[in-house]
């Protein structure tokens, strides 16, 4: 027998109900029509009584078979489809497919099939959903990964060793990059009594900044092996004008920055010679008791206006400590307010600290920095290089 002929000879909860309900309407209708009568004639009192008794029987009837109606084709099955939709709410996995049962053919069995199809339609939902996140998690695994090893790549390019050989524990480096990579990192080359280091900042962040600080780093080691280490002024200005012509056609957007902040100090241990050129960083030095500084050219490398960077002139003397800081140190937000750190309050720092052991001020300065910051995120990459010469 089809599903179709079944639904046209079972009756539906409705016509059943409307059933029951002309059938009640009729007998409470003879019954008022019987009292009525019985008024008006008393000598038919008592075969009326009988009749009424007997109708009354009946609507009792017709009430019992209206509540076993409803607890068999309402209550029921919707008792069971509760405890169905909890069993389906709280299955282990989607893979079990379970769905209500459909029991006949009146409202609620189609309420029952249209529940099981939304049901399916929403476990194919899932389904595509699950592996189009699984196909994201492998993608973002994926540039995860080769993030992590840019990571790697870039840290090689820092020369760490070859600064804790010059200075041992008379240095510190604090880098923090804002994401995995950067664009600040800090460069240092060896030639003799001389030396040559400093911090840079280029424009980006991630891997953008990252990209660009191996292209800086390329243009500064051929600007040092052009004219030397000797001038910072001049290495800025040879990498300047070098790295021009490289990103002349990256210059052309506006949209897109390649500008470069840089701070370079070179030291001549047997003169006891220092001098200092800069790109919008300042060198700051102290002895405890004061804080002096030289502001670097107002201008970045490969900025649209040209600058031409100068050499300063700084005292070398073994009771100073050095520092150089790129931007983010300044710009980060904290405090009570959000301001920015700003250059009077890292003057403050450098005055507390200067006179400690450098490993001392390393802590020092990272935890200083962290209390300031507190719950507001890191807004740029951060690098800072400090060092005393003995």
């Not at 899932?126 to 592996?131: A, E, H, K, M, R």
Request: proline share 3%; net charge negative.
């Amino acid at each position: 027998m089809s599903w179709r002929s079944r639904h046209s000879r079972e009756l539906s909860i409705r016509n059943i109900f409307l059933l029951l309900a002309i059938l009640n309407g009729v007998v409470l209708c003879y019954l008022i029509y019987s009292a009525w009568s019985a008024l008006q004639d008393s000598a038919a009192g008592q075969m009326h009584a009988h009749t009424t008794l007997f109708l009354a029987i009946l609507l009792v009837i017709g009430v019992t078979i209206s509540y076993r109606i409803v607890s068999q084709r309402v209550i029921r099955p919707l008792r069971r489809l509760a405890w169905e939709s909890y069993a389906i709410a709280h299955q282990p996995s989607l893979e079990d497919d379970l769905v209500l049962n459909v029991e006949g053919s009146d409202e609620i069995s189609s309420l029952t099939k249209a529940f099981n199809q939304v049901l399916r339609s929403q476990r194919d939902a899932i389904v595509q959903l699950d592996s189009a996140n699984q196909k994201l998690r492998d993608v973002n695994r994926k540039v995860s990964d080769s993030i992590q090893y840019a990571a790697l790549l870039q840290k090689s390019i820092l020369p760490d060793r070859l600064i804790k050989e010059r200075f041992g524990p008379d240095h510190f480096v604090l880098w923090m990059p804002r994401d995995t990579v950067g664009g600040d990192y800090y460069v240092f080359h060896d030639e003799g009594p001389c030396c040559l280091a400093g911090v840079a900042d280029c424009a980006g962040h991630g891997v953008s900044g990252a990209m660009m600080t191996m292209l800086a780093r390329a243009g500064i080691d051929r600007a040092i092996q052009q004219i030397g280490i000797n001038s910072p002024a001049a290495v800025l200005n040879a990498t300047n004008a070098g790295m021009s012509q490289v990103l002349s056609e990256a210059r052309l957007s506006r949209t897109i920055a390649t500008t470069m902040d840089m701070g370079l100090v070179f030291m001549d241990l047997e003169s006891r010679q220092m001098r200092y050129a800069g790109a919008r960083i300042s060198l700051f030095w102290s002895d405890g008791t004061t804080v002096q500084c030289v502001r670097g050219g107002n201008r970045s490398l490969w900025d649209r206006r040209t600058c031409a960077y100068e050499d300063h002139l700084i005292p070398m003397d073994s009771g100073y400590t050095y520092y150089l800081a790129t931007d983010g140190v300044f710009d980060q937000s904290g405090g009570e307010h959000g301001y920015g750190l700003g250059a009077d309050r890292f003057r403050q720092w450098i005055l507390e600290h200067a006179t400690k052991p450098l490993p001392e001020q390393h802590e020092d300065f990272s935890k200083a920095l962290a209390a300031f910051m507190g719950e507001f995120p890191q807004r740029d990459d951060i690098t800072m290089l400090s060092f005393r010469v003995l």
